[in-house]
């Protein structure tokens, strides 16, 4: 099995000696849940060759996620703050939801901040207050979309800044929910936090509706969006049909990663193309996209096409230098690009086509989580609370293997997760859309 050489040791801010209120048992067949020791793990990569033989050193293991039975925080003396940054997502607020419930009727914490705005939050010029959060506050907030403590991107570099504010307001455990740019702010305030020599655990929950966090199998909201995004896909499909040459065309989210637009394929069932950033595709040529479409079309009378906005960029006007307030690179838009590039190839053939185009992404985004993401986003909070009070740090809650787990923040940024189009997952879209292996000339 190759290892890799990935580092899972998750670093701790000092011995934990405080029993935990949260009362489990020690002892095997009784009927009641049992603490998780520092010691359980679980192998990442299960790939198996009979007749090897592995040895396991504990840094090539991930940590079990749970509740533990010695804390590292005294819960009378915590402050807990709760962040929520960059775009809107399904979950956030089940997320906020589950840590204060958490830290209130499991640990008895009392005082925990809500940071409005995500990291400009921290930031004085901003003027923004934190947002006092108990129970009752927080009671019914998953059962609407968006965050109420609001979300922004960027100011993930000003570290320095917020660490003031942070050590300034005596905060000890920093819940931060957000994507790739978030976490690695996270981990930058982790670094200074450290160097300060601050007690402060921080602990990230991953949220990126592309999912393409590296050891993350499943990101919050990720389910909502693929649910939502059907939808879509169904809706364009309908009109296809029931249209002379009839052309859908949905736009889904998906920067680097065609995660969305891949499972949307396969649930729909009704998708002829799926294109997506990870696999390149000419347009003109005998082999290329517009060619396959136009005989899907002669063929069947009708065709949905779903399409990531990160796919098919090198097809677009020269490459944009901008990025975001989040640091990503800014995109054209493929989606107006493939209508109009459509609609121009069949002019010029003299085909009448009927093309419906949808682009639902903010519809998608905005939503409330359905009740499996609303599932997993409790338990993520959940897990992110038990693993600050023992004292953990600089991780993120992740869910590997069917197992709830402790990932390094840094493992977890150093790559973006992305379709390997020699994957079992690509190879399942190809089948299910009936397009090639390659438009390529």
């Not at 998750?10 to 949260?22: D, E, K, M, Q, Y």
């Not at 396991?56 to 749970?66: R, S, T, V």
């Not at 840590?99 to 990291?119: C, E, K, P, T």
Request: net charge neutral.
């Amino acid at each position: 099995m190759n290892l890799h050489g990935h580092n899972f040791t998750i670093p701790t801010l000092g011995p934990a000696n405080i029993p935990s209120p949260v009362t489990l048992s020690k002892r095997l067949g009784d009927m009641i849940a049992n603490y998780v020791q520092d010691d359980e793990y679980i192998i990442f990569n299960i790939d198996a060759i009979p007749g090897d033989m592995i040895v396991y050193n504990h840094h090539h293991l991930i940590e079990k996620a749970g509740p533990r039975e010695l804390l590292f925080f005294d819960p009378q003396k915590v402050h807990a703050a709760v962040v929520t940054c960059g775009g809107l997502c399904p979950g956030l607020n089940d997320v906020i939801r589950a840590i204060v419930y958490a830290l209130w009727y499991q640990y008895g914490v009392r005082r925990i901040s809500g940071v409005r705005y995500g990291f400009r939050g921290f930031l004085p010029e901003f003027g923004h207050q934190f947002v006092p959060l108990k129970p009752d506050i927080v009671h019914s907030i998953h059962r609407i979309g968006g965050t109420m403590l609001g979300s922004s991107r960027g100011h993930g570099r000003r570290t320095i800044e917020m660490v003031d504010r942070i050590e300034r307001e005596g905060i000890n455990q920093l819940f931060t929910v957000g994507g790739d740019g978030t976490q690695r702010g996270t981990l930058d305030i982790a670094e200074e936090v450290a160097r300060r020599g601050l007690k402060v655990a921080v602990v990230g929950i991953p949220k990126t509706i592309d999912n393409d966090l590296s050891f993350i199998e499943k990101s919050f909201g990720f389910e909502t969006a693929v649910s939502e995004a059907v939808e879509s896909a169904a809706d364009a499909h309908v009109e296809a049909e029931n249209a002379v040459n009839g052309i859908g065309l949905v736009k889904l989210m998906g920067r680097e990663a065609g995660f969305i637009t891949a499972y949307t394929a396969i649930a729909s069932r009704e998708a002829n193309f799926a294109l997506v950033p990870e696999v390149r595709f000419d347009l003109d040529g005998e082999n290329g996209f517009l060619k396959h479409l136009e005989r899907r079309l002669m063929k069947r009378g009708h065709a949905l096409v779903i399409v990531a906005e990160g796919a098919g960029q090198e097809h677009l006007a020269a490459a944009s230098t901008e990025t975001d307030a989040s640091g990503n690179k800014k995109l054209g838009d493929i989606g107006v690009f493939m209508k109009d590039k459509i609609s121009s190839y069949f002019k010029s053939k003299n085909v009448d086509i009927n093309l419906k185009y949808i682009d639902p992404s903010y519809t998608i985004r905005a939503t409330a989580a359905n009740p499996i993401d609303s599932i997993y986003c409790a338990r993520l909070g959940t897990h992110a609370v038990h693993a600050a009070m023992a004292g953990k740090t600089k991780m993120l809650i992740s869910h590997v293997n069917d197992t709830f787990v402790h990932i390094p923040t840094a493992l977890a940024v150093a790559k973006r997760n992305c379709i390997n189009p020699k994957s079992a997952l690509w190879r399942d879209v190809v089948e299910s859309t009936g397009q090639p292996n390659l438009m390529l000339n």
